[in-house]
């Protein structure tokens, strides 16, 4: 990218996930293995996923819902363009890093140089150290692709004050064929009482269902990528699946305050795997 290119270092591991590789492992293993598809799954290949990011131990069963679709697919998804809301600082547009790999415990996985090149023509796309330094909603999927796939590159993309077009844009620009996987990184509904939060992310995940955009944050801090997400399955097609839908009072969070999780896949009508 630049002369100033470096890998990205984990800034959330030990904090969100194991830092030790061996615990990582073997945490990612577990939720995969109870997660394998059976009949409670759609037999799809996603072409795109919406997954969580909250630390592992809340969201990751509800995630490895997603990843575990994928194993089928290990050689076959060799680039994964993903798409997470800022959290940490202000962006406008989308931002992409200026780093030519990130890491994790699992090691380093190489950006795709060519594709954010081909993204830089955008106007909305920009390049920010700052945006992706400490961001959480991108890192936290990296290790489930690390441990499901094979080699492969990634495309990162923090989005900020983005319109669903934007996204969708740049989401169709980088679209390529069944060797790139789009990954939506996003929880739901943030703090609500238990009973509450499964209405309101029950109603959230029907829009999404209709591919009807969400109207506001508090429905999901990843409103603005699934937006861009949905503009597109409605170009390209593509029909939604839930998958999971349960909240941090399910796995590792008393009920009086918690976090909602989706996983998701959109794939053309009918596609096996």
Same mark, same amino acid.
């Given at each position: 990218m630049?002369?100033q290119?470096?890998t990205r270092p984990?800034?959330v591991?030990?904090?969100f996930?194991?830092a030790?590789?061996?615990?990582?492992v073997?945490?990612?293993?577990?939720?995969?293995?109870e997660s394998r598809?059976?009949?409670?799954q759609?037999?799809?290949?996603p072409?795109a996923?919406?997954v969580p !990011?909250a630390?592992h131990?809340y969201?990751?069963?509800?995630?490895?819902?997603?990843?575990a679709l994928?194993?089928?697919? !290990?050689?076959?998804v060799r680039?994964v363009?993903?798409f997470?809301?800022?959290?940490?600082v202000?962006v406008?547009g989308?931002?992409?890093s200026?780093?030519?790999?990130f890491?994790?415990?699992?090691?380093r996985?190489?950006?795709?140089?060519?594709?954010?090149?081909r993204a830089?023509?955008l106007?909305q796309?920009?390049v920010?150290r700052a945006? !992706?330094a400490?961001?959480?909603s991108l890192?936290?999927?990296?290790? +489930?692709?690390?441990e499901?796939?094979d080699?492969?590159?990634?495309?990162?993309f923090?989005v900020?004050?983005a319109?669903?077009e934007e996204v969708?844009?740049?989401?169709?620009l980088l679209?390529?064929g069944p060797?790139?996987?789009i990954?939506i990184?996003?929880?739901l509904?943030?703090?609500?009482p238990?009973?509450?939060a499964?209405?309101?992310?029950?109603?959230t995940?029907?829009?999404?269902?209709?591919?009807t955009?969400?109207d506001e944050?508090?429905q999901?801090?990843g409103?603005?990528?699934i937006?861009?997400m949905?503009?597109?399955a409605?170009?390209q097609?593509l029909?939604?699946?839930?998958?999971?839908?349960r909240?941090?009072?399910?796995?590792?969070?008393d009920?009086?305050?918690?976090?909602?999780?989706?996983?998701m896949a +959109?794939?053309?009508?009918?596609?096996?795997?």
């Amino acid at each position: 990218m630049t002369s100033q290119a470096h890998t990205r270092p984990p800034a959330v591991a030990g904090a969100f996930y194991q830092a030790e590789p061996e615990r990582l492992v073997g945490e990612i293993t577990a939720v995969l293995a109870e997660s394998r598809p059976g009949l409670h799954q759609a037999p799809i290949r996603p072409k795109a996923l919406i997954v969580p !990011h909250a630390g592992h131990i809340y969201s990751g069963p509800i995630a490895a819902r997603a990843y575990a679709l994928l194993v089928p697919l !290990h050689a076959a998804v060799r680039r994964v363009v993903m798409f997470g809301p800022a959290h940490r600082v202000a962006v406008r547009g989308l931002a992409l890093s200026d780093a030519e790999a990130f890491a994790t415990p699992l090691g380093r996985i190489p950006l795709d140089e060519d594709a954010m090149r081909r993204a830089q023509a955008l106007p909305q796309v920009c390049v920010s150290r700052a945006a !992706h330094a400490m961001e959480h909603s991108l890192e936290v999927q990296l290790p +489930f692709l690390q441990e499901v796939l094979d080699d492969f590159t990634l495309a990162p993309f923090v989005v900020g004050d983005a319109s669903a077009e934007e996204v969708a844009d740049v989401i169709e620009l980088l679209w390529g064929g069944p060797e790139t996987l789009i990954v939506i990184s996003s929880d739901l509904s943030h703090y609500l009482p238990y009973a509450e939060a499964q209405h309101k992310d029950r109603a959230t995940v029907d829009q999404i269902l209709r591919l009807t955009p969400l109207d506001e944050f508090e429905q999901a801090c990843g409103a603005l990528p699934i937006n861009g997400m949905i503009e597109v399955a409605r170009r390209q097609g593509l029909m939604p699946s839930l998958l999971d839908l349960r909240n941090s009072g399910d796995t590792a969070s008393d009920r009086s305050r918690v976090v909602g999780y989706a996983a998701m896949a +959109f794939a053309e009508p009918g596609e096996k795997r």
